[in-house]
């Protein structure tokens, strides 16, 4: 239950950060190839798309863990271990990056929500 939560809070934390961008923050070093400061409409949207997954993993997560009932035993399992996969190939793309600051802040999230994903 306690990876459960931290996954929620790391997610929650990326979401507002996701909205920030989306919103047009210069923080566009750190997000999708860190190729622009400010994110072009395209990307804005993938950014507000990534907030809706982190909202759907979220709830996977707290399935899993018993603190909501919303989906059947089964479903949660198997979307729980997509999720480890997901997370855990995403290391790779953020590891790579041409962009510094995405490198340094966004490989350790990423190794870090891989982590809490599979202890849930």
Do not use: K
Not at 81 to 93: K, T
Not at 97 to 108: A, G, K, Q
């Amino acid at each position: 239950m306690v990876a459960a939560v931290g996954l929620v809070v790391v997610l929650a934390l990326l979401a507002l950060f996701q909205v920030l961008v989306a919103c047009g923050a210069p923080l566009g070093a750190f997000v999708w190839g860190g190729r622009h400061r400010v994110l072009p409409a395209r990307l804005r949207v993938g950014s507000l798309v990534a907030v809706l997954v982190y909202a759907a993993v979220s709830v996977v997560a707290l399935d899993r863990a018993g603190m909501i009932d919303v989906l059947p035993d089964g479903v949660a399992r198997v979307a729980m271990w997509v999720v480890v996969g997901w997370f855990a190939l995403s290391i790779v793309p953020n590891a790579i990056s041409r962009s510094r600051p995405e490198r340094l802040l966004m490989t350790p999230v990423t190794v870090v929500l891989a982590l809490l994903v599979a202890l849930s």
